[in-house]
């Protein structure tokens, strides 16, 4: 019988059972130990060792972020110079996710006239500017919305984004900052 040893940061993929610690007054995720932990397994095949973030997971692939497509799934583009409907697009639609977009949109896929309790100013600078719906691929359908922001909203976002107070560094027990 072979030793292998892998690494776990002593959260999920930790198999020991969790350390008695005294109460500390602080309480929240600052009494957990981040630092990583070496468990030996008892195996008779050499595994590769497996890395594992702090909280004993995996780290994140690109399969996580963008998963394969189910087999099957038809892959079909925009057909060029095509100007698409709103009933093309709920039908590209049909079988991923239904959305009621006839209440906001016509059927040239441009924003309806709509009340709302905005401010007068805001449904002026929004009057100009209707959103209009896209769409980029087929199957599986992807949309683009244009003029979703304002171009008054956009600057609020990037606003607050680069304001001194956004750049601070956070004082946390779960994440170095």
């Known amino acids: 019988s072979t030793c292998s040893v892998a690494f776990a940061a002593g959260g999920f993929g930790s198999n020991k059972p969790p350390a008695k610690r005294k109460k500390k007054k602080k309480g929240g995720l600052s009494d957990f130990d981040d630092s990583p932990k070496v468990v030996a397994i008892e195996d008779n095949k050499k595994e590769p060792e497996q890395l594992l973030d702090k909280w004993g997971l995996p780290p994140v692939t690109q399969d996580d972020l963008f998963p394969p497509m189910p087999a099957g799934t038809e892959l079909r583009s925009i057909t060029e110079n095509k100007e698409y409907t709103l009933r093309d697009i709920q039908d590209c639609l049909k079988g991923y996710i239904d959305l009621n977009l006839e209440k906001c949109f016509d059927d040239n896929g441009v924003e309806k006239e709509h009340n709302s309790n905005k401010a007068p ?57």
């Open 121 to 177: 100013s805001d449904i002026s600078s929004r009057s100009s500017l209707k959103m209009k719906l896209n769409l980029l691929h087929e199957s599986p359908p992807v949309l683009s919305i244009d003029n979703f922001l304002t171009p008054q909203e956009c600057e609020q976002i990037q606003q607050v984004a680069t304001s001194a107070s956004a750049s601070q560094k956070v004082d946390s027990a779960t994440f170095a900052g």
